[in-house]
């Protein structure tokens, strides 16, 4: 298997291949529109124009599976990002990125790199492990995603590169993007 098996839906119930994303390097995330932190939108859309022209695309997965953050229907989610922050890159229909109705896009994602257990020196992530041991201890168990902004970077030929948490730094994300991109841009 790779990503390029996997079909998506967009918000208006159209399925998109993933195949129409070969020889671009990916960043899949998973959002919402009620998150604390919903301001990532600004950094993806930032990181989207910046390397846009290198082969780059972000592509953005409404979901409603931690807290109800993203109340909305998918065509909901598309206005609401590109009328509070400018979001060009694509934004698909909601999904579910763990449990039994868990989509198998999400599913291959997560078990093919590994994750970093959350840091409870850094403020943030103490918070995030304490709501979910309070509301979603499922979530800490194993690869399960832990919250919104989860973002998976795949290089151009599909492979699943890294797997970071909501709580990482853009400027990381942003270094690792420049690691796969001299690829993407060949292909």
Not at 88 to 107: A, K, R, T, Y
Not at 116 to 136: G, I
Request: contains cysteine.
């Amino acid at each position: 298997m790779s990503i390029y098996n996997y079909l998506v839906r967009k918000p208006n119930g159209e399925i998109l291949s993933m195949e129409t994303y070969r020889g671009k390097a990916i960043l899949i995330v998973n959002t919402a529109s009620q998150c604390r932190f919903t301001y990532q939108f600004e950094e993806l859309q930032k990181m989207y124009n910046q390397y846009k022209e290198q082969n780059f695309v972000v592509l953005g997965f409404p979901c409603d599976q931690f807290g109800q953050q993203n109340p909305e229907n998918g065509e909901e989610s598309v206005q609401f990002c590109q009328l509070n922050y400018g979001v060009n890159f694509p934004v698909f229909d909601l999904v579910q990125v763990n449990g039994e109705g868990m989509d198998p896009l999400f599913s291959y994602l997560k078990h093919e790199v590994p994750f970093r257990e959350l840091d409870e020196s850094v403020m943030t992530e103490k918070m995030l492990k304490m709501r979910l041991q309070e509301e979603y201890p499922d979530y800490l168990i194993g690869r399960n995603i832990r919250w919104n902004f989860t973002k998976f970077l795949v290089d151009a030929n599909g492979k699943v590169i890294k797997r970071f948490e909501p709580t990482d730094s853009a400027l990381d994300i942003e270094e690792e993007i420049e690691r796969v991109l001299p690829q993407a841009a060949l292909s």
